[in-house]
């Protein structure tokens, strides 16, 4: 038999940190510069110099624990997250300046809603915070934390620079999105808890719908008046939404109705639409014509507006396949009984329906035939409750399910003696730990069509349309070869050369015939360049700005092509939309590189120079002594 190697690892050295009363949490060797980065549950983090453990630096940037570390190629970049807080920080210890600084919200995410270019994003959350994103970066630029309570929904106005909130705290808000601050609050007589919010086509008029009150509170937009207060319903109001093309409100509650309200004209109720279960939530087509609503039997039906006949029904109890919970006593065939969904979206032509409920699966519908076309899953996180249909026999034991079972150690005296209150799971050593389980919370399609979002469990997800270029031949015949292609640029045909290629769409080829061309012929081959291969050309221009070291002639590209054929990117805006989105981004991030190299060599320039003239007069003070 070969003998076998074995490696024997010996202590060498042990060295104390001088944190009182902190447990390290995370740590990371840089064997290139010898640093060790250490993490602990103090919020605190430590730099040594190895093997000596030297002392470099040492900073506290929370009060909360340091879940992991990371540290770039260069050692420069510290990068720090923090599951407590949902922070995520980066950190350069050598200028002692932050260099990314990042946080989503503290507990769950409940409600988004898309601006109406589809550039920014607002989320609402259980931390009662109200967040502003970029689509384009994925960055968080803007929080407003007026809301003391979790918020239920929000909206932006028509006009893209208002926001408008609603909260269980008993208030809606609005926000300015030019000066960042909250100019308006709407509030009732009497203290209730707003679980919808809907914003008329005008802007002019806010309807929020109250869980304990039973009422629908009308205010005006420009004073802050209570306009009219609708009652009615006999259970919460669990959906609001106005119709996009009639002032007409459509409310769903749980009292098994869904009611239609002429809020300007009669001020009261005009139709009532009623069920046999609760109403759980609705959506209206984008042209109002239709409206769709989800009750708690799993069904979606379809209502026309003028005529308030019902057109069509969904059965969606199976498409949801609901998962088993931990503690569930019963089979997941018999849990697809109770699925329901809510939350609905149409897309922007409002021939499908996007549906979510308690389930790992968004489902999209036909809304004319009434049949599934597709199931997105929205995470593979087995931690998740409902995320199995079977659960083994073999996790179970005399004290219940082992994934319940609790064996982490305590990480401070202080969590020790909390005291838990009534409702409250930290501190309270007596319960069991407990697992989120994955739900679907709201779902909205983009402005453009181009994608949609989800809030779950896992937090905010986007869904976009495959962007990439593949081999999709576009107006092939039989003289669109790549001979075709490489024999018309032997002959200097740059413009016959690109139409050949990007009707071939076969993208090695694109990018010969691409950069075949001269930088001075670019504004002749554009302007020969028809309508129809604009569109075309513009992933492959995004693309190559992203990765091609010809920055100056792609740069030169995207400005003869956006000057050159203005109108017709705007005619056809919803189409190109996302490619310009994705070319805004590319161009964006090579500003961003660009300008850090440069402001480091600029430095680095000056530094050598200070360094010379200080070298210059040292012999020059050696000469004159000697």
Known sequence: SRPMNIIIWTKVAKYLYSQERARVTSV??????????????????????????????????????????AVNNTGEWLAFGSSSLGQLLVWEWQSETYILKQQGHLYDMNVMCYSPDGQLIVTGGDDGKVKLWNTSSGFCFATFSEHIAPVTAVVFASSGKVVISASLDGTVRSFDLHRYRNFRTFVSPSPVQFTCLALDPSGEVVCAGSHDTFEIYVWSMQTGRLLEVLAGHEGPVSGLSFSPCRVVLASSSWDKTVKIWDVFENKGNTETLHYNTMALTLAFRPDGKQLSVATLDGQITLWD????????????????????????????????????????????????????????????????????????????????????????????????????????????????????LPGVKKGDFSSRKTRPEIITKCLQFSPTGRAWSAV???????????????????????????????????????????????????????????EAIPIVEVELVLRDLSETYVQRILPVLSDRMNHSPHLEFYLHWCTTLLSLHTRTLKEKGLET??????????????????????????????????????????KENAVTST
Do not use: W
């Open 28 to 69: 990371i060797m840089h064997k290139q510069s010898n640093l060790l980065v250490t993490g602990f549950n103090n919020g605190t983090f430590t730099l040594h110099e190895m093997p000596d453990f030297n002392p470099i630096h040492s900073l506290s940037i929370s009060e909360y624990r340091i879940n992991s570390v």
């Open 305 to 420: 507006i003028d005529s308030s006949i019902q057109t069509g029904s969904i059965e969606g109890k199976n498409d949801l396949e609901l998962g088993r919970r931990t503690e569930d006593k019963i089979t997941a065939k018999t849990l697809s009984g109770t699925a329901h969904f809510t939350t609905l979206c149409y897309t922007a032509d409002g021939q499908r329906l996007l549906a979510g409920g308690r389930s790992k699966y968004v489902c999209l519908y036909d809304v004319d035939h009434q049949i599934l076309l597709n199931k997105f899953q929205t995470s593979s996180n087995k931690t998740f409750e409902g995320m199995n249909r079977l659960l083994s026999r073999q996790h179970l034991t005399e004290a219940g399910p082992l994934e319940l079972i609790s064996d982490e150690e305590v990480d401070s005296d202080e969590e020790r003696r909390l005291i838990s």
């Open 456 to 514: 779950t469990t896992e937090g905010l997800l986007i869904y976009t349309l495959d962007n990439q270029i593949s081999f999709d031949p576009f107006d092939m015949s039989s003289e669109v070869t790549p001979d075709s292609i490489k024999e018309a640029i032997k002959k200097r045909e740059y413009s016959r050369a690109l139409v050949l290629s990007l009707r071939l769409n076969e993208y090695p080829l694109v990018l010969q015939a691409l």
């Open 577 to 618: 939309m996302s490619f310009l989105t994705d070319l805004q981004k590319s161009i964006v991030q090579r500003q961003t590189d660009l300008g850090k190299l440069c402001d480091t060599n600029t430095y680095g320039l000056q530094y050598t120079l200070c360094m010379s003239k200080m070298e210059d007069g040292t």
